[in-house]
């Protein structure tokens, strides 16, 4: 019994260790299956590791490029800071020199208004001296003869009578005359105006017309005296007080802010009366004219 205990023992080991051996062979293949199947997975995996190492690097390199932006952005903050202070400069500087400049041009445009006012002055002088002085020469010049149609005096008590019409003329034209000089140019304009009712074609008949335009003119009524010297013009266009006329007539228009008008007028003084001073000061008034 003992030896056939014995042998069923023996081969139950036989069998237990082959069972065992076709289990570990079984497990074998199993693992090397496994280890086939898991290759793939092995090479997938590697290859995030390395998309993982690429990651990490293009994040350190973005890290450090982040950084230097930062740098750089500090920078440029500091740069603009002081951009921003030279252009405050500039900003500074450039409203220094617009005040200035704006100064400049203010003080032009007084000394301008001073030498027009000057000008005018000018004019009103010489309108007065050349009127004077014609007044005068007509004075000397003029015949001891009565107005036109008029005969001649056989008598001498029609002599009398012509010399004091004469002086009444002179004396009413002489009273308005000094009436302007004084600045009255109200009373000086009446004064006017009565001589030309009483003696319209006479050699002094222009010059009244002419003062009347000097009278509104000088009272700053610069329509009025704008008719008043085209008066002069029409009613007397061989009188010597037409270029004087055109040019105030010209010198009104411009004071109203007409230049076209003015424009007009004082190059037709140039042109009509080129070597006077009339053209002088009309040439002088055409320049400042833009």
Not at 16 to 26: E, F, N, V
Not at 46 to 75: F, P
């Amino acid at each position: 019994m003992v030896s056939l205990v014995g042998c069923a023992t023996t081969d139950d080991l036989r069998r237990t260790r082959g069972d065992l051996g076709h289990q570990i062979l079984a497990t074998n293949e199993k693992i090397d299956a496994v280890e086939r199947g898991m290759a793939p997975l092995k090479e997938e995996i590697a290859g995030l590791r390395g998309e993982i190492e690429k990651t990490n690097r293009a994040i350190d390199a973005l890290r450090s490029s982040q950084a230097d932006a930062r740098v750089e952005i500090s920078e440029l903050k500091e740069q603009l800071e002081k951009n921003r202070g030279i252009a405050e400069g500039f900003r500074e500087e450039l409203r220094q020199e617009i005040a200035a400049a704006s100064a400049k041009a203010t003080k032009r445009e007084e000394e301008e208004k001073g030498l027009r006012e000057k000008l005018d002055g000018l004019i009103f002088k010489i309108n007065f001296i050349e009127n004077f002085l014609e007044i005068s020469k007509k004075e000397e010049a003029a015949p001891p003869a009565v107005e036109k149609g008029e005969k001649p005096p056989a008598a001498p008590a029609a002599k009398e009578a012509a010399a004091k019409v004469k002086m009444d003329k002179e004396s009413l034209y002489a009273a308005a005359y000094e009436l302007f000089k004084q600045g009255k140019y109200d009373k000086a304009r009446e004064g006017f105006e009565n001589f030309l009712k009483l003696y319209p074609n006479t050699e002094l008949s222009d010059n009244a017309q002419f003062w009347i335009g000097e009278c509104y003119y000088f009272d700053k009524n610069y329509e009025k005296a704008i008719i008043e010297y085209d008066k002069v013009s029409k009613q007397f266009p061989e009188g010597n007080k037409v270029p004087y006329a055109l040019l105030k007539q010209g010198l009104s228009f411009l004071k109203l802010g007409d230049k076209t008008s003015a424009k007009l007028l004082l190059q037709q003084v140039v042109k009509d009366f080129p070597n006077t001073s009339q053209a002088r000061i009309a040439r002088t008034k055409l320049l400042e004219i833009k």
